[in-house]
């Protein structure tokens, strides 16, 4: 299965944008690429995915590099709920989703 | 919309007592699975089915059987509980099994086995 590698942590201001890194430099042409997070003791939650092209939507906008083998998570303006375990994961079709350690991020007031 | 329910949300066995951990899903989503959570980790995967009827081994199956006779319901039994097992468990659902299909988590069940 195809890795991805994140940062363990990350900090970031309260009301500021906030950009989460992740490599995966074994992408293959087929992958989705996942993000979730997941707030303290809770199930993980959706945030975004994309292919090929950048994505938006309400949460989150998702930034892929031209040859795939990064992405960047972007929260506009971080709030203190956005504190949490966010995971990229690449995900291909007929295949489960595998999780790695994800970074966690502490937003400061 | 109840999305996926997990029950209980907590238990605490004694080593070598079975138990099943409960998922029900009200989406009519194919597929679903089963992932435990040790501390500090991210979601290992347990097992997995893509339909009523068919069942699959993921990352870690040992000492657990999964079931899936409904759409809604994907228990999961402990055979023989090992303190090894503690963990949170928790059971996801999606729509099908594209890649482009995300997926939906229940709010887990944490388990002590002393």
């Known amino acids: 299965d195809a890795k991805t590698t994140q940062p363990n942590s990350m900090e970031s201001n309260e009301e500021e944008p906030v950009h989460l890194p992740c490599n995966h430099s074994t992408i293959s042409g087929t992958d989705y690429i996942h993000w979730y997070r997941q707030l303290p003791s809770q199930g993980p939650e959706y945030v975004i995915h994309g292919l090929t092209s950048n994505v938006n939507n309400r949460m989150a906008s998702l930034a892929i590099a031209e040859d795939r083998k990064s992405s960047t998570l972007i929260l506009h303006r971080a709030t203190l709920r956005d504190a949490a375990v966010y995971y990229c994961i690449l995900k291909v079709t007929g295949n489960q989703f595998y999780f790695g350690t994800g970074t966690s991020l502490t937003v400061i007031p | 919309n109840a999305g996926v329910t997990q029950t209980p949300k907590f238990q605490v066995l004694k080593t070598g007592q079975s138990m099943t951990l409960q998922c029900a899903q009200d989406m009519n989503h194919e597929y679903m699975s089963w992932y435990r959570q040790d501390p500090g980790m991210g979601l290992r995967l347990i097992h997995y089915?893509?339909?009523?009827?068919?069942?699959d081994q993921g990352e870690v199956p040992n000492g657990y059987n999964v079931s899936r006779s409904t759409t809604e319901d994907f228990p999961l039994r402990l055979l023989s509980a090992a303190p090894s097992q503690t963990s949170v468990y928790f059971c996801?659902?999606?729509?099908?099994?594209?890649?482009?299909?995300?997926?939906?988590f229940g709010q887990g069940t944490r388990l002590t086995v002393v």
């Open positions: 996801a659902s999606s729509p099908s099994t594209g890649g482009y299909s995300e997926a939906f």
């Open positions: 089915s893509v339909g009523a009827g068919i069942t």
